[in-house]
């Protein structure tokens, strides 16, 4: 009965793996572009959230770990997961391209992935379990930890890489595929969703039901078809080359500026410096048009006798108009960055608080079937590959008949919508929890390991989530990429991707203070290991506080911010 089932287990998976090519043949035939590659991360994301959407559960029940330290370690990863792009995408930016940054990091994430897959499978490395109770070493902890951190490296060298290598296929100087590159950006999202959906509905079934082992092992198997998948369309890539280290850009603007800290700016801007060729003297860049805020940094464009050395010109006492704007480009994206904070942390609840909350509901499917609560995450899933086409195919001609605006809305206000949506989507778990614990009360369910209560209330949740997805993340994928410096487009989408990083940061950092001051005086606090004795409804409404105060301050964020202007392209 075993083998018979281990075998359908691996036929479901090479069918798995045949939709993924068909899917990723489509989506390219869709864009009239065969060299947009979203196999790659369509498998990638199967690998991660197959691994990652039930990651709480396995530290409960192979490490022996409580809600409080599964859900840190949880969030602890995934931050690390969206932080590590950062080193990613300079390595892409400066020296390797995007090409060999995926190509290498997605190696390094496949031995991830194999190790993981180990550390559950193999006598020694596997923590043995007398019933329900297990009992890693530390041994055995530091293998499963070390390959979860090979893959939260390795996913630092793709995600900041992918998304601005599939858009780099397309020519924006053709109005057509600049058009077609606005859509791009759903369909991508909607692929990432293709592999979560497959990852959260039959991966976690599997490793609640077959085991831990098969439940890592598919996924590194997705990985493995990433990786081949990547390099058989290598011939076809439109690759752009590196510009160098935007760092010592950067700095050199600071530096020039403070140097000249008595010079004045002419007002007559266009004798500020910069080439007199059509493209800016940085590698891959197009010239960048003037702007007027931070005037101060104009300085570094202001021509002086001080400024060569012997016959060149130093670069850390002059810069070029179009490096100066990059530093203000820069700038005005961390504002905006920074609003996306509270946001992930709304979105980093899915994988821990509202997993918590799924295990103490009743989670059966008719008499026979349980589903695990880490796949309710799939109606997340299921929101994101409903709106992402509803947006692209139905809201943006509407709302372009009203705004006049190519895309519909501007991505400030795509992004401002989710934030709102976002909101609803913690008061609608608040009022889930304070109605469940109502039940705990009126029946005196404190000790039952789950009440009769469907799990299928936490439905309007997820979707919610989902929408908002919609509407902020792709949003902020498509502005970061925009608004870069074309030199600086792989470190900006990493700078996006930290917003996530942070966000799971900050998820730790209340529950763990939350923990702290509500456990005082012998209290359980609002997040015991036992949450009908608890209040995590009073934890939801302190997400949804801080969401409506975000919101606030993202309007005159929006309200301030200048998009960039590229020298003799349509804005």
């Not at 997040?527 to 005159?556: E, M, Q, T």
Request: neutral net charge; proline residues 4%; aromatic residues 14%.
């Amino acid at each position: 009965m075993i083998l018979r089932f281990s075998g359908f287990i691996l036929v479901l998976n090479i069918f798995i793996s045949i939709l993924f090519f068909i899917y990723s043949f489509w989506f390219a035939l869709h864009f009239s572009n065969p060299k947009i590659s979203s196999g790659n991360e369509c498998c990638e994301r199967l690998a991660y959230y197959g691994m990652g959407t039930n990651l709480v559960n396995y530290l409960q029940e192979q490490l022996n770990q409580g809600n409080v330290a599964a859900s840190n370690n949880v969030t602890n990863w995934s931050g690390t997961c969206y932080i590590t792009p950062l080193i990613g995408a300079f390595v892409a930016d400066a020296y390797l391209g995007r090409y060999w940054t995926i190509a290498i990091f997605s190696i390094i994430y496949f031995f991830g992935m194999t190790l993981l897959t180990l550390s559950s499978s193999i006598p020694g490395l596997k923590p043995s379990c007398t019933g329900d109770v297990c009992h890693p070493t530390q041994e055995q902890i530091a293998v499963f930890f070390v390959a979860l951190y090979m893959i939260a490296l390795g996913t630092g060298g793709i995600k900041p890489c992918v998304s601005s290598f599939g858009a780099d296929q397309f020519d924006e100087t053709d109005e057509v595929e600049r058009k077609r590159k606005s859509s791009f950006f759903n369909w991508f999202y909607f692929s990432i969703n293709i592999g979560a959906l497959v990852a959260s509905s039959v991966l976690v079934w599997i490793q609640m039901n077959v085991g831990w082992d098969w439940g890592f092992g598919i996924p590194a198997v997705a990985m493995a078809i990433a990786v081949v998948f990547f390099f058989a369309g290598s011939r076809t890539y439109r690759l752009q080359k590196p510009g160098g280290s935007p760092l010592t850009r950067i700095a050199q603007v600071i530096v020039a500026s403070f140097k000249k800290l008595n010079v004045k700016v002419p007002a007559d801007k266009s004798l500020l410096y910069e080439v007199a060729d059509n493209e800016s003297n940085i590698q891959g860049s197009r010239k960048l048009e003037h702007t007027d805020k931070l005037k101060f940094f104009d300085k570094a464009a202001v021509e002086t006798e001080n400024d060569h050395d012997k016959e060149s010109l130093n670069p850390w006492r002059l810069c070029t108009v179009t490096q100066v704007e990059e530093l203000k480009s820069v700038i005005r994206l961390l504002p905006v960055w920074a609003s996306g904070i509270i946001f992930a942390t709304v979105y980093s609840q899915m994988n821990t608080m509202f997993v918590l909350q799924g295990n103490t509901m009743d989670q059966h499917m008719g008499p026979n079937f349980k589903i695990p609560s880490a796949s309710l995450s799939l109606f997340d899933t299921l929101s994101v590959i409903f709106w992402a086409p509803v947006y692209d195919k139905i809201i943006v001609p509407c709302a372009r008949k009203f705004t006049g605006k190519e895309r519909g809305f501007t991505t400030l206000q795509r992004m401002g919508i989710g934030l709102v949506i976002s909101i609803f989507a913690m008061i609608t778990a608040g009022i889930l929890e304070v109605v469940r614990l109502q039940i705990v009360r009126k029946n005196n369910y404190y000790d039952l390991k789950s009440i009769p209560m469907s799990i299928f209330w936490q439905v309007p949740e997820y979707f919610l989530v989902g929408c908002a997805e919609v509407f902020t993340f792709v949003g902020q994928i498509e502005f970061f990429y925009d608004q870069a410096p074309d030199a600086m487009r792989s470190l900006s989408s990493a700078l996006s991707l930290t917003t996530v990083a942070l966000g799971n940061y900050l998820s730790t950092l209340l529950v763990t203070a939350v923990t702290k001051i509500t456990t005082q005086n012998g209290k359980l606090g609002w997040i015991p290991d036992n949450l009908n004795r608890g209040h995590l409804d009073y934890f939801f409404w302190l997400l949804a506080i801080l969401s409506l105060l975000n919101f606030i301050v993202y309007l005159w964020i929006a309200k301030w911010y200048t998009y960039k202007k590229v020298a003799g392209y349509p804005e």
